[in-house]
Each structure stands twice: as C-alpha cells, then as structure tokens.
T-cell receptor
Framework: GAVVSQHPSWVICKSGTSVKIECRSLDFQATTMFWYRQFPKQSLMLMATSNEGSKATYEQGVEKDKFLINHASLTLSTLTVTSAHPEDSSFYIC??????????FGPGTRLTVL | SQKIEQNSEALNIQEGKTATLTCNYTNYSPAYLQWYRQDPGRGPVFLLL?????KEKRKERLKVTFDTTLKQSLFHITASQPADSATYLC?????????FGSGTKLNVKP
C-alpha cells in the first residue's frame, strides 16, 4: 500500500524557535497533502490543505503566518511551526491524497515546546 | 459544519466476541464515511469506506453499516482478537470538508 513518512518522529525545542516537519509520499505522487493536529485523547483537527505548486488553504482559526506550509513537489510537503510556544506542543500528522476519497496518513510527529 | 460523535468511553470485550462501535453525525448526510484505526503515537490507518448510497460494506472480519435516517454508522469487528485493541476513528466527508470523530478505544481481553 501507499506509504507516507514524516520526519522527525519527535522533536523538542525551546520556546521562540522554529521547527520544520517534513511529510513525504514514498511510492506515489500526491497532488494534495493535509496537515492535522491532535491533542491527547482528542480528535484530529484539520489545519490546512496543501496543493502542489500553490498556496495552502488554512482552516478557520489556524494562523497561516505561524504554521507555514510548503508543497514544492508531488512527494514532499513541509510544515514549519514558527516562534513555537508551549501551547503548540501537540501531535502533528500529515496525510497524502491518492484520489478523491483516499488519504494515507504519516506516522505523526510529536512536538514538545519547552 | 458537522459534529461527529463517538462514544468516548472505552469498549471492553472478550476475545472472540463481536465489537460494535458507533459514529453519529449531526447535520448533512456525508458523501462518504470512513473508519480508521489509530494506535498510540501513530497516524491513523484506513480500514473501510462506505458511501452515502451504500448500506453495508465488508472486509474480512470488518463490517460497516450506514443509516442515513438515523445519521449513524456502525463498525463491527467479528471474532475480535487482542491485536484489534486500538482507537477507532470515523471520518465524515461532505462539501469538501473532513470531520473526524474523537475515536473510541477498544480493548479486547484474552
């Protein structure tokens, strides 16, 4: 089946620094990638939809200047959390679309901001 | 928007029994509904998709039903095994929007 990887799998950073998370579709091309955030024992919340070669579409309440998304190729999308604060600590998950109704999820990245 | 409701209490069952999980939505009938499995610290893994015009879908020991009158989907795992223990999420899709439920944790005891 389709494989999506994320790097790093976990990261700890100091408050005020920026962190970049990569999402790669390893064996298929994904014109659309999605970024989610999940807090403990809560649902996945869609943050943004990223289409290759165009600007990401952010969900209501998600700061686009804080969560920078780049989708430069059909196999790579990046999420940069800028000026991270402790409240940004969460589990970030990406998924890659392989059709109108199919998403393959990455393994997630645990971000801890001290 | 949609509100997706899944039982937040864990479901504890004995190995070999059938587990039944519920997903209710509040507003528009979705174009499709999906079920995912999520293990701790991992991303969701797709299990089954059922469309608006389908009543039931099966895949090996898994069965999904979709009742648009009740605004509900049921997810069944027959002959459950301890390896089935995980959190199961439902996803509802309509009008180009995805909505995930918060998931129900299933514990299958040997």
């Amino acid at each position: 089946g389709a494989v999506v990887s994320q790097h790093p799998s976990w990261v700890i950073c100091k408050s005020g620094t920026s962190v970049k998370i990569e999402c790669r579709s390893l064996d298929f091309q994904a014109t659309t990638m999605f970024w989610y955030r999940q807090f403990p024992k809560q649902s996945l919340m869609l943050m943004a939809t990223s289409n290759e070669g165009s600007k990401a579409t952010y969900e209501q309440g998600v700061e686009k200047d804080k969560f920078l998304i780049n989708h430069a190729s059909l196999t790579l999308s990046t999420l940069t959390v800028t000026s991270a604060h402790p409240e940004d600590s969460s589990f970030y998950i990406c998924s890659a679309g392989a059709g109108a109704d199919t998403q393959y999820f990455g393994p997630g990245t645990r971000l801890t901001v001290l | 928007s949609q509100k997706i409701e899944q039982n937040s209490e864990a479901l504890n069952i004995q190995e070999g029994k059938t587990a039944t999980l519920t997903c209710n939505y509040t507003n528009y009938s979705p174009a499709y509904l999906q079920w995912y499995r999520q293990d701790p610290g991992r991303g969701p893994v797709f299990l089954l998709l059922i469309r608006e015009n389908e009543k039931e879908k099966r895949k090996e020991r898994l069965k999904v039903t979709f009742d648009t009158t009740l605004k509900q989907s049921l997810f069944h795992i027959t002959a459950s095994q301890p390896a089935d223990s995980a959190t199961y999420l439902c996803l509802v899709y309509n009008f180009n929007k995805f909505y995930f439920g918060s998931g129900t944790k299933l514990n299958v005891k040997p």
